[in-house]
């Protein structure tokens, strides 16, 4: 069974700093690895995927993988108040489980103006 | 553009009623769809999913279940709640099986 730990469990930043969040998986033969960011009530929305060793950039955020070291991470450059919300990872499966997404616990991020 | 409908947008119910919530989902056709429960302060499970019209795969036994009677709509359901039921749950859609999309959800009490 797929076991997915974020930490750190929550964290605070000022504004304009750079935030890193952290994911480890058990599963050495998962193929796709995504960040989620869900707003208090409100549904995720996925932020960032990628499918192979490596890092992928898209504006401040940057998503890295290991998959020898079972981690990957996210860092946010230049963080911003709007920012501010729970931060999950997400670990799918191959093959027939590749629907089948496990979620961390989340990292709650707070950007102090 | 796609859009995904839940309801209701939330709801209060006593131990032992049933229950039934929806998910609708226009623009896509066929798409892959996914019941998630996120208890209060816990973790996002997944519940079930289904590839097409008329089958499901229980991914959690909670007590709950699921069908989905036409292409775009997915229903969760269950005779008799429990207290554990609880929660926040989320209908999500897929072309690919791997970027899932999510509702807006809908809000349970059990009381």
């Known amino acids: 069974q797929q076991k997915v730990q974020q930490s750190p469990e929550s964290l605070i930043v000022p504004e304009g700093a750079m935030t890193s969040l952290n994911c480890t998986f058990s599963?050495?033969?998962?193929?796709?690895f995504a960040w989620y960011r869900q707003h208090s009530g409100k549904a995720p929305k996925a932020l960032m995927s990628?499918?192979?060793?490596g890092e992928k950039e898209e504006g401040r955020f940057t998503i890295h993988l290991n998959k020898a070291s079972l981690h990957f991470s996210l860092h946010i450059r230049d963080s911003q108040p709007s920012d501010s919300a729970l931060y999950l990872c997400?670990?799918?499966?191959?093959?027939?489980?590749?629907?089948?997404?496990?979620f961390g616990a989340g990292t709650q991020l707070i950007v102090i103006p | 553009a796609q859009t995904i409908h839940q309801w209701p947008v939330a709801e209060i119910k006593a131990v032992g009623s049933p229950l039934s919530l929806g998910c609708t989902i226009k623009?896509?056709?066929?798409?892959?769809l996914y019941w998630y429960w996120q208890a209060t302060g816990g973790t996002l499970q997944q519940l079930f999913y289904?590839?097409?019209?008329?089958?499901v795969e229980s991914v959690v036994q909670l007590n709950l279940s699921a069908s989905r009677p036409k292409d775009d709509q997915f229903i969760l359901s269950t005779e008799k709640l429990l207290l554990s039921h609880s929660g926040f749950y989320l209908c999500?859609?897929?072309?690919?099986?791997?970027?899932?999309?999510f509702g807006p959800g809908t809000r349970l009490t059990v009381l």
């Open positions: 623009g896509k056709s066929s798409p892959n």
């Open positions: 990628i499918f192979s060793n």
């Open positions: 289904s590839i097409t019209v008329g089958q």
């Open positions: 997400a670990v799918s499966g191959r093959g027939s489980a590749l629907g089948r997404l496990h």
């Open positions: 599963d050495s033969a998962s193929q796709y």
């Open positions: 999500a859609w897929s072309l690919s099986g791997v970027e899932q999309y």
